[in-house]
């Protein structure tokens, strides 16, 4: 099987995590690209930053017209998202190969630990009933679409400035480690802001195609993104996106939480073992 063939699963693969879990692909697509491909790091993050601007706009399309995109807040935090995705793509252009994976293992690990220890609270605390984080600085952002009740909720978020400035925070280590910062901001929007999870995960996806196409284009100009490869992989983005929109659009919060962790866990494994 040649190099173009498995990418091209592998961008499908990207594609199917990207519309059913708002993680853009970049989770799977740089422990692959750095230890199956053998590519550097920085090559690795560059080729990353580009699909995850791909794959956040195929995904978001279908979400946006669907109803599940939180567009006001999304439009909000995308200001703070872009300043700090730039600065960290800055950062990482001058850091080493070792760094860069050590930073993504530790990173997709505090997530984990973080998710993991939400539901133990939620089953000792409230018997499986979602935790009360507080509701100071609650803003109301327009509504979504609520497929169980067939209408438009109002989007209420609570600790806004907690959530703009874990988005801030979040988007300058995503970029560094070209992930795009999905893996971060979906917890963050969920266990923090309050919104339900298909909800955050559209959310998430709709602001990262702008977020990442700026830290792709520093990645670009210093000469880290090979674009045949990055074409390859977009096509087969586009194929899964198309797939997973035709047969798992229908998945339950629930599942889709579960599926985000369990490839949260396999990433994070797979950089430590590195």
Same mark, same amino acid.
């Given at each position: 099987?040649?190099?173009?063939?498995?990418?091209?699963?592998?961008?499908?693969?990207?594609?199917?995590?990207?519309?059913?879990?708002?993680?853009?692909?970049?989770?799977?697509?740089?422990?692959?690209?750095?230890?199956?491909?053998?590519?550097?790091?920085?090559?690795?993050?560059?080729?990353?930053?580009?699909? #995850? *601007?791909?794959?956040?706009?195929? =995904?978001?399309?279908? !979400?946006?017209?669907?109803?599940?995109?939180?567009?006001?807040?999304?439009?909000?935090?995308?200001? #703070? =998202?872009?300043?700090?995705?730039?600065?960290?793509? #800055?950062?990482?252009?001058?850091? *080493?190969?070792?760094?860069?994976?050590?930073?993504?293992?530790?990173?997709?690990?505090?997530?984990? =630990? #973080?998710?993991?220890?939400?539901?133990?609270?939620?089953?000792?605390? $409230?018997?499986?009933?979602?935790?009360?984080?507080? $509701? !100071?600085? *609650?803003?109301?952002?327009?509504?979504?679409?609520? &497929?169980?009740?067939?209408? /438009?909720?109002?989007? $209420?978020?609570?600790?806004?400035?907690?959530?703009?400035?874990?988005?801030?925070?979040?988007?300058?280590?995503?970029?560094?480690?070209?992930?795009?910062?999905?893996?971060?901001?979906?917890?963050?929007?969920?266990?923090?802001?309050?919104?339900?999870?298909?909800?955050?995960?559209?959310? =998430?996806?709709?602001?990262?195609?702008? %977020? %990442?196409?700026?830290?792709?284009?520093?990645? +670009?100009? /210093? &000469?880290?993104? @090979?674009?045949?490869?990055?074409?390859?992989?977009?096509?087969?983005?586009?194929?899964?996106? $198309?797939?997973?929109? @035709?047969?798992?659009?229908?998945? !339950?919060?629930?599942?889709?939480?579960?599926?985000?962790?369990?490839?949260?866990? *396999?990433?994070?494994? !797979?950089? +430590?073992?590195?």
């Amino acid at each position: 099987m040649t190099d173009d063939v498995l990418l091209l699963i592998v961008g499908i693969l990207c594609g199917v995590t990207s519309h059913v879990l708002g993680l853009g692909g970049g989770i799977i697509l740089v422990p692959v690209l750095s230890q199956v491909f053998k590519f550097p790091m920085h090559q690795a993050v560059g080729a990353s930053l580009a699909i #995850v *601007t791909a794959s956040s706009l195929f =995904s978001s399309l279908t !979400k946006l017209k669907q109803g599940y995109v939180a567009i006001k807040l999304a439009t909000i935090l995308e200001t #703070v =998202s872009v300043i700090g995705a730039l600065l960290g793509a #800055v950062i990482a252009l001058k850091m *080493t190969d070792a760094d860069l994976k050590k930073l993504f293992a530790l990173l997709v690990t505090c997530m984990v =630990s #973080v998710m993991i220890l939400e539901d133990i609270l939620k089953a000792l605390l $409230r018997g499986g009933q979602p935790t009360s984080l507080g $509701r !100071k600085f *609650t803003m109301t952002f327009g509504t979504y679409w609520d &497929e169980v009740s067939k209408d /438009h909720i109002p989007c $209420r978020v609570r600790q806004v400035p907690i959530v703009a400035g874990g988005v801030g925070t979040t988007a300058i280590l995503a970029s560094m480690i070209g992930i795009g910062g999905n893996i971060v901001i979906v917890p963050l929007l969920t266990t923090i802001g309050g919104l339900p999870m298909r909800v955050s995960t559209a959310t =998430s996806a709709y602001m990262m195609g702008l %977020t %990442t196409s700026g830290a792709a284009l520093l990645f +670009w100009f /210093h &000469e880290h993104i @090979r674009t045949s490869l990055v074409l390859c992989i977009i096509a087969g983005v586009y194929i899964g996106t $198309r797939l997973s929109q @035709r047969y798992l659009s229908t998945l !339950k919060s629930t599942t889709v939480r579960a599926l985000f962790l369990l490839v949260l866990i *396999t990433a994070g494994v !797979k950089m +430590w073992l590195s």
